[in-house]
């Protein structure tokens, strides 16, 4: 008898391995049309010029609603239906669907501020996912002579979650941008700090991502920050936000943090730890909290993906939203509102669900609320309602 069940265990393990294989082969199938769609329009993407120059319309238009398609056709993969993926795939969808509408409705640069954001959707899901070396073939079509900097090559290869490779990157940009810094204060040295743009530190919030949140390893990134922060061309307000950076990179250095959630009784302990702070307050985007928040979503994304039905995913679905909240937009397309929209539709009944409810109207109302009172337009009002009606 034993024999049989355990005959029986396996059979059951080996479909549903297969079932999984097959997800997987099926998300794999969508992003290649994705990612087919994504590369037809790099070229244009980076230059207004190319985009509203009408002898490339009808191609980016081609390239667009593949893209559009590619997402609108994978309705039923289950990979996209997770509740860490689902979120991103939803707003996805929506997102291409009005690009596209903008596209065609002549509004060339909206659009193209619109596809540009889209790399920051890819990014939200994919950052759930471990490294790929880009090893795949299509992945290699592209070299760094397809883009305009080190930047945007960089920032191509983070989306790919070539991770290794970006990062050479990142700090190849970073120290450009110091090395014109120099250039400029010897010609003008009242303007020392002329030169900083933003490329800097969104390459060391690139670079603090993938060491916290994608894989932690926070002895790794330590060092890297540390001898950024000490460069003069850096500005007093960078230089803040990494000192944050720093002291909270070596606490978790030396906690007992593993890098993982393993079980229900970890995650609360995690919870009570780093986030129940998090808790009430709207959010002030100093950036010295970035690690907390970095290191706390890649656990809790984690924790989603190895457990996506436990009876925690409300309570995690919650955090994820307050810690996309918090954590400055620049990292993430914030999906704060869609996990608790998703908490609200699919736990209402769970005592989160109330909690999550709750959470959202505040939010809305915030969003809403002028010198002239709270103002919330009928549609909003509307999704309240429906909403409202999962709770009982
Ligand atoms: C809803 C979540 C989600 C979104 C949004 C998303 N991806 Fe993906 N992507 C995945 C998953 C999951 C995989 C891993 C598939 C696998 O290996 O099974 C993946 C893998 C890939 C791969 C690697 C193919 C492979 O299997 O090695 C490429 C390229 C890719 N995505 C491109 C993109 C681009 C470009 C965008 C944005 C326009 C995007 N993706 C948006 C979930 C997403």
């Not at 193209?112 to 471990?130: E, W």
């Not at 690139?206 to 932690?216: C, D, F, R, S």
Request: charge should be positive; charged fraction near 30%; proline fraction near 3%.
């Amino acid at each position: 008898m034993k024999k049989v069940l355990t005959g029986f265990l396996m059979v059951g393990m080996i479909l549903s391995m297969g079932a999984g294989k097959k997800n997987q082969q099926t998300a794999k199938k969508t992003m290649n049309s994705v990612f087919r769609g994504f590369l037809g329009l790099v070229p244009f993407m980076n230059s207004q010029m190319k985009f509203k120059d009408l002898a490339n319309k009808e191609e980016i238009h081609t390239h667009l609603t593949t893209l559009k398609n590619a997402f609108e056709n994978a309705k039923h993969i289950k990979t996209f239906e997770m509740p860490g993926f689902n979120p991103s795939f939803e707003q996805a969808k929506t997102h291409l669907k009005e690009t596209l509408e903008a596209f065609e409705g002549g509004q060339p640069d909206f659009a193209r501020v619109r596809l540009r954001a889209t790399g920051q959707l890819c990014i939200s899901c994919h950052t759930q996912l471990k490294g790929n070396r880009g090893s795949f073939g299509p992945l290699n079509t592209l070299s760094r002579s397809d883009f305009s900097s080190d930047y945007e090559f960089a920032e191509f290869l983070f989306l790919i979650r070539n991770y290794r490779k970006a990062e050479r990157y990142f700090e190849k940009e970073i120290n450009e941008a110091f090395e014109k810094s120099r250039k400029l204060s010897k010609v003008n040295k009242v303007n020392s700090f002329a030169y900083r743009g933003n490329k800097i530190e969104r390459s060391l919030e690139k670079t603090l991502t993938i060491h916290t949140k994608v894989k932690y390893a926070p002895e790794k990134v330590l060092p890297i920050i540390q001898k950024y922060s000490r460069n003069k061309y850096i500005d007093s307000e960078l230089k803040g936000k990494m000192e944050g950076w720093i002291a909270s990179l070596k606490k978790w250095k030396k906690s007992d943090y593993e890098g993982r959630i393993k079980n229900a009784n970890e995650l609360r302990s995690f919870i009570d730890k780093n986030l129940s702070k998090y808790a009430d307050s709207f959010s002030s985007f100093d950036g010295r909290n970035d690690v907390d928040l970095l290191v706390a979503s890649g656990a809790l994304y984690q924790y989603l993906y190895k457990k996506p039905r436990s009876k925690d995913t409300p309570e995690v679905l919650f955090w994820l939203s307050k810690v996309d909240e918090h954590l400055n937009n620049s990292f993430l397309f914030s999906l704060s509102e869609l996990y608790l929209k998703r908490c609200i539709t699919d736990y209402g009944k769970t005592k989160w669900g109330p909690k999550c409810y709750r959470t959202y109207r505040d939010k809305i109302s915030h969003g809403y609320t002028g010198s002239a009172g709270v103002f919330i337009p009928k549609d909003e009002v509307d999704e309240l309602k429906r909403l409202k009606s999962f709770l009982n």
